[in-house]
Each structure stands twice: as C-alpha cells, then as structure tokens.
C-alpha cells in the first residue's frame, strides 16, 4: 500500500524526505488497522450524489475516532511541501465534488465510532450528543425509539451527515420556526486544521463555533455535535394545498410562517414548505406529483379555468398525540382565515412522526429502481429575497424551466431572524426570503438531455437573478473562482478569510470548495 503511496505521490514531488515520512508512517499504521483504502478501493471518494465530478483521492481513511482525524489533519498540515489536502467526507451528497480531495486524503466520517447520548436537564430542556459522520435518520430513530425525544430541525432528506448538513445549514419546513440546524445545536467539538481538538459553544471557543457552522467545511472537521430535542410527536397531519395564483400561494405561506411571530407560538403549523408543479400528468413533475397516498387522486376538472402551466402547493404539518380530533380543531382553525388554495384540491394523511421525516426514502427507493438516483444531478439551491421571488416565478417557473425539471422545484418562506448572524451561513437581507431548490431528476444522457444543459440552463438562471439585480445567494454555493467567493461573501469575505488563517492556515480542508489554494 506504501508503495502506492510512493508510486502515486512522491516520485511527482521534490519532497524532501522528512514531511512524507510523517504521512507515509501515518498511512502504513492505518493500513495496519485495516482503515485505509488506495487506488479502486478508495472509488466511493472521487464519487458524489451529483455525478458529474470525479477526482481520486490519493488515499480514503476510515477514522475509528476524533483521534484519528486530528493525526491524519496534523500530518497533512506538517506536509507543507508534499501540496497534500484533507476532506472530510459525509455521505457524499454534494453536488459539485464539494467533499473530494483530488490525490489528497479523504476522511470517511460515517466511520467513526458510534457515539450517542441524550442527557435530560433539570430545566426541561434536552440535547442529544451525536457523532459528526452520524446520518439524521440514525439519530432520529435513536432519539425517538430510545427517549421519545426528536432534534427540532431537520433536512427533508435523511441520509445526510451531521457534518455534512452543518457544514451548509441543514433546512426543512420546520426552519421557519426554530430556524436551520445550524440554529439547533449549542456545542461542537472540532478538529482545526492545526490538528487541535477543541471544544466550543456560544461561550466557549465561539469564534470557531460560529465560523464552523455554515463554515463550508473550512475551519475544521466536526466530530461531535449537541442537538438540541424535544419531545417527539406521535403521528402527524400532513396536509398538501393546491393553488393556482403565485401570489395566492406566497401570501398565505407567509402567513402561515409569521403567525408565530405574531406571538402565536402554539397556534402554528410545524411544518411549512412549498413547491411549483406542472399542470400536465407527468408523474415526476406533475399533477400526480401532489396526491399523499396512491388512493388519491388529482382530479384536474377541479381546477378552475383559469389555471396556467404552472401549479404551486403549500406543504404542512402539525404534530399530535392525542386523538385525531384534536388535531382536526386545530388544523381548520389554521385553515380557516381566508386562505386562498383551490378548496376541492386539498390532500391530507395521517403519518406517524418516524414515516413523515422519512418519507423522502420512499422517492430514494424508487429513483434507484429506475436508475434515476445514480444519474447526474445538476442541482441549483437559491435563497431569494420576498421582494424578488415574484419575478423570479414569472421568468424562471414559468418561462425558463416551463418544461419542468423532472423532478421537484421546491419554494417556501423562511424568516432570516431564526438565522444566527453569527454564524458563517450568507442570506439575502430581506427578513422573508424563499429557499428554491430545483432537484432535478433526469435519465443520464441520451435518455435525457446531458448535464451540461442543464447545467448551462442553471447558469442561465443564476445570470438571470444577477443581471436583475435580486437580492439572492447561493444556497450549497458553488463557484470556480475566487472573486466569485468574494462575490458570494460580500462584506463578510474578509472576516471569512481572516478566520482561514487562524484555523487552517495551510489551506489543508475541504479543497472540494475550491474556495482557498493550498499554501505550500
Ligand atoms: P458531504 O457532501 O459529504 O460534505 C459536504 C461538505 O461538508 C464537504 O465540503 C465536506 O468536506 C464537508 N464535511 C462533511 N462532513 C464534515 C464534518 N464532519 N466536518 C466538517 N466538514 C464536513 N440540504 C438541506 O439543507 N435540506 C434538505 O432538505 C436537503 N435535502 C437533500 C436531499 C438529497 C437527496 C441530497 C443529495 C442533498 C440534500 N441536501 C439538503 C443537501 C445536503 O445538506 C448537502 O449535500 C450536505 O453537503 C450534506 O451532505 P453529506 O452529509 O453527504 O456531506
């Protein structure tokens, strides 16, 4: 395995032999241990859910704990002239290679030793302890099955890391009330990339609390996290809402979402999200994309005559545990002020808490069977601003993408004010701001049109928001140059790049971002 090591590395470099030693002798104990993979083993890490990056790490490593990956960042950081990078690796659902190392060493997070504990405090409040390479659905299911208990905010898909999504944000229809999972969690424990483990809090270390969260992976490596929970749920209402008008639908969703503000904690829903669908029967983007449950049916007659080509739905939950009649009071009680939806295209289920926050797994087990998971992914994440969005439906839904995209193109409100500014997450100004994610889902080419369309066509979209002057950002930012990052920054750039310096000031970290070079 060595000689892989050699032979890939060493011979393109004039290294002197000192810094490869400390990465060789790294290397060969972990091979000892049977936690490192070179050459095809090491494939799943030049991989990611986006398929259409590939770059080979020059070695994958299984850490067994915090420990590991504080040696493997020291040896990497010591290795000033071997030009040598770390990525941690979650679940590899980036995009855009975000968490590869092209012949750096990558980190397979999910490794890590399990490590779990809720601890209940006197004052009612709880937090669960979890591992960084942990994906949601395990905590989820831990924290539910063993204490009747559930983190606050969630990610609408599951098999994500808490790493990986704390790293970005982690959002879902419940940040509008308790803001992203960034929000949610009260202590880290970290791995600089000098190598230092450390811990921190808002009271504690909190410059590199707040830089790590939205960080990019930038600053260091996540191994441990504290979630905050609450009680869980026993079943949920889940309840979809068919409108025709944009306005209809932005307006009652904000409604929805500010009632809160309104001091109105209880009397809101848990759950808020939206999406644009086409008015045609396509089954991935389409009418029958709406119905909760195969009895149900989308009766298109129902829809008044003067609906476009382009549908919306207003997505809610409300958590209950007692009997469904309960619920029922307080669900149209919600309903009941004047909302403006297409009363005859209303859908309803009654889920237990575990189905609802993972029904996103029943999409994976389908795309999958039809081959459409393992297709490239040109996904496009924006935050725009309330003052924006109208436009930005009227050119890009209902011109730009009125083809639809194969897949969801998700829109909903969130309030900037559960944001913590602190944090290295940037947003448009505006208090209301939509999140629009277009998750495309596509047959790989020629089955269906090549990447670099739609990738072209998300540039389109991108250059549209920017020659207009919108008050958006990129959400999973992704860009090529660094004034692009300076762009995407704005006044925040120079403090993010200060904070570089302090905790990764060779610019080992997540080279996947493409955000600093390497400082050799
Ligand atoms: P990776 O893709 O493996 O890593 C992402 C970045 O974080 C990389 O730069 C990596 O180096 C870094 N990183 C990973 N682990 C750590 C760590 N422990 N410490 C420090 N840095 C680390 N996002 C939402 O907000 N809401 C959603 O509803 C949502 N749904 C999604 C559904 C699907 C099907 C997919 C594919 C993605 C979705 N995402 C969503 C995006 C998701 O949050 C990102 O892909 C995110 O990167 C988490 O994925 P991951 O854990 O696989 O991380």
């Given at each position: 395995m060595i000689a892989y090591l050699e032979c890939n590395f060493v011979q393109e470099n004039d290294t002197e032999s000192k810094p490869y030693e400390a990465v060789a002798g790294l290397c060969k104990e972990l091979d000892r241990r049977g936690r490192i993979a070179y050459g095809a083993a090491a494939g799943q890490a030049g991989k990611d859910f986006g398929g259409m990056n590939?770059?080979?790490?020059?070695?994958?490593?299984?850490?067994?704990?915090?420990?590991?990956?504080?040696?493997?960042?020291?040896?990497?950081?010591?290795s000033s002239n071997l030009n040598l990078t770390v990525a941690a690796r979650g679940n590899g659902h980036s995009i855009n290679g975000q968490a590869m190392a092209d012949k750096g060493l990558v980190l397979?997070?999910?490794?890590?030793?399990?490590?779990?504990?809720?601890?209940?405090?006197?004052?009612?409040?709880?937090?669960?302890?979890?591992?960084?390479?942990?994906?949601?659905?395990?905590?989820l299911k831990r924290c539910v099955r063993e204490h009747r208990m559930t983190p606050r905010s969630w990610t609408d898909y599951l098999s994500l890391t808490v790493g990986g999504t704390l790293s970005n944000a982690g959002v879902s229809g419940q940040a509008f009330r308790y803001?992203?999972?960034?929000?949610?969690?009260?202590?880290?424990?970290?791995?600089?990339?000098?190598?230092?483990?450390?811990?921190?809090?808002?009271?504690?270390?909190?410059?590199?609390?707040?830089?790590?969260?939205?960080?990019?992976?930038?600053?260091?490596?996540?191994?441990?996290?504290?979630?905050?929970?609450?009680?869980?749920?026993?079943?949920?209402?889940?309840?979809r809402l068919v409108y025709t008008e944009f306005d209809d639908f932005t307006r009652d969703a904000e409604l929805l979402v500010t009632r809160q503000q309104q001091g109105e904690e209880s009397d809101s829903f848990d759950y808020v999200e939206g999406f644009a669908f086409m008015n045609t029967d396509n089954p991935a983007d389409g009418r029958?994309?709406?119905?909760?449950?195969?009895?149900?049916?989308?009766?298109?007659?129902?829809?008044?005559?003067?609906?476009?080509?382009?549908?919306?739905c207003l997505e809610l939950a409300r958590h209950y545990s007692d009997h469904p009649s309960i619920v029922d009071m307080g669900v149209n009680r919600l309903l009941a002020g004047g909302l403006r939806f297409v009363k005859e295209l209303k859908f309803q289920l009654d889920v237990e808490y575990e189905e609802?926050?993972?029904?996103?797994?029943?999409?994976?087990?389908?795309?999958?069977?039809?081959?459409?998971?393992?297709?490239?992914?040109?996904?496009?994440?924006?935050f725009v601003s309330k003052s924006d969005i109208a436009n930005f439906d009227r050119v890009?839904?209902?011109?730009?993408?009125?083809?639809?995209?194969?897949?969801?193109?998700l829109v909903y409100p969130l309030l900037r004010s559960k944001w913590d500014d602190r944090t290295s997450v940037v947003l448009p100004k505006s208090e209301i701001f939509y999140i629009v994610a277009l998750l495309r889902f596509t047959p790989a080419y020629p089955n269906g049109p090549s990447f670099e369309t739609l990738v072209a066509q998300n540039q389109e979209i991108v250059q549209y928001c920017t020659n207009e002057g919108f008050d958006f950002k990129l959400y999973l930012p992704h860009y090529r140059s660094q004034d692009d990052w300076k762009?995407?920054?704005?006044?925040?750039?120079?403090?993010?790049?200060?904070?570089?310096?302090?905790?990764?000031?060779?610019?080992?970290?997540?080279?996947?971002q493409k955000i600093f070079p390497r400082i050799l």
């Open positions: 590939s770059l080979m790490p020059l070695a994958f490593i299984r850490p067994s704990g915090a420990d590991d990956v504080a040696r493997v960042v020291r040896a990497v950081a010591s397979d997070m999910p490794s890590m030793e399990d490590h779990f504990s809720v601890v209940k405090m006197s004052n009612g409040s709880a937090y669960a302890d979890v591992s960084g390479g942990a994906l949601w659905e395990d905590v803001g992203p999972q960034t929000s949610n969690v009260t202590e880290l424990e970290v791995v600089t990339g000098k190598g230092e483990t450390l811990v921190c809090s808002e009271t504690e270390n909190s410059e590199l609390f707040f830089s790590v969260l939205g960080g990019l992976g930038q600053f260091g490596i996540i191994t441990r996290a504290r979630v905050l929970l609450q009680p869980a749920p026993a079943m949920v209402r889940w309840i029958p994309s709406v119905p909760l449950h195969p009895d149900q049916v989308f009766d298109p007659t129902r829809l008044p005559k003067t609906a476009g080509s382009v549908l919306y609802f926050l993972l029904r996103v797994k029943h999409s994976e087990d389908h795309a999958k069977a039809s081959g459409i998971w393992d297709s490239p992914h040109p996904w496009l994440n924006l890009v839904f209902k011109e730009i993408l009125k083809d639809g995209i194969g897949g969801p193109m762009q995407h920054f704005g006044n925040q750039w120079a403090r993010f790049g200060e904070l570089k310096t302090c905790f990764d000031p060779m610019a080992i970290l997540a080279p996947g």
